[in-house]
């Protein structure tokens, strides 16, 4: 069922934005406080460290701009995440959804697709190649 196959580059386009918009609203969490302020008890390597990280690369990964080394950190941010923050609390439990890690590890995909990919169109580092826009 290939009805969507025309359209795939601008749906990629769109999973790219929205993703880096959606992280970059965790980096605002954690640096400014924003959207139910700063996650209670964490420490400043976490809030500083990876909500710069989070707040950079979404905005990074929304314009396209270095997309792919961005969603590369991103993803290894995410990994890195997923594992000290719900795998390692919960005795080793390496289930997302039982210890409610789903958000990190599909981050941690989704950018990790991203860095493979690249930025695509509708991007500033396609503009910057003079690449036609769909």
Not at 7 to 16: F, S
Not at 75 to 95: D, E, K
Request: proline share 6%; net charge positive; with cysteine.
């Amino acid at each position: 069922m290939g009805f969507l196959r025309p359209h795939a580059e601008r749906i990629y386009a769109l999973l790219r934005i929205m993703a880096g918009l959606m992280f970059m609203q965790h980096g605002l969490q954690k640096l400014f406080g924003l959207f139910g302020g700063v996650p209670a008890g964490a420490p400043p390597f976490i809030v500083y460290g990876a909500g710069t990280i989070e707040f950079l690369g979404g905005v990074l990964v929304a314009l396209g701009l270095f997309a792919g080394p961005a969603a590369f950190i991103s993803s290894g941010t995410m990994a890195f995440a997923f594992f000290m923050g719900h795998v390692v609390p919960n005795g080793g439990n390496m289930i997302p959804i039982a210890n409610q890690g789903e958000l990190a590890a599909l981050y941690c995909f989704v950018f990790l697709y991203i860095a493979a990919h690249g930025s695509g169109i509708w991007s500033v580092d396609a503009a910057r190649r003079g690449t036609p826009r769909a």
